[in-house]
């Protein structure tokens, strides 16, 4: 009977220290998030007519940043453009652009010949491509 008591007493101390070894050697939980804000500069010799709405929306009170967010764009998009109706041979821009948590429901809307908008489009997501969700892009229009 013993022996049975002490293999239990055994098992439950190897269990608390393998358990506390284990605790003691896991990562800390991250106290905050890192935000990150990163400078893009915007070309406007390649993408004038983007950048001109860029500049122009901005002057009316849109944001500069933009925090990244692709998982909502589509949704944002939805948002942004349905009361904007379709005009032949044009894109509607939106600024804040859908890929940005800003976006959505009271984007400022340009048309914009489709080249640009989507070269533009394009450019920035190829610029963007190794940035998390929730990195900050300030927008610097050269």
């Known amino acids: 009977m ?3 008591h002490l293999s239990v007493l055994l098992l439950a101390a190897l269990a608390a220290v393998v358990y506390g070894f284990r605790e003691s050697h896991r990562p800390p939980a991250p106290t905050s ?3 990150r804000v990163v400078a893009l500069a915007f070309p406007s010799e390649r993408y004038p007519e983007t950048a001109r ?6 002057r009316a009170g849109q944001p500069q940043v933009c925090t990244i967010d692709r998982k909502d764009a589509d949704e944002h998009r939805k948002e942004s453009l349905q ?4 005009k032949k041979g044009y894109d509607r821009d939106e600024w804040p652009m859908a890929m940005c948590a800003e976006g959505g429901s009271g984007a400022n809307i340009a048309y914009i010949h489709p ?11 190829h610029q963007l491509d190794d940035y998390p969700e929730g990195t900050k892009v300030k927008f610097v229009v050269k």
């Open 2 to 4: 013993r022996v049975k």
């Open 33 to 35: 998030p890192e935000i």
């Open 53 to 58: 709405h860029i500049q122009n929306a901005i």
């Open 83 to 86: 009361d904007v109706p379709a």
């Open 115 to 125: 080249a640009d908008n989507r070269g533009a489009g394009s450019w920035v997501s």
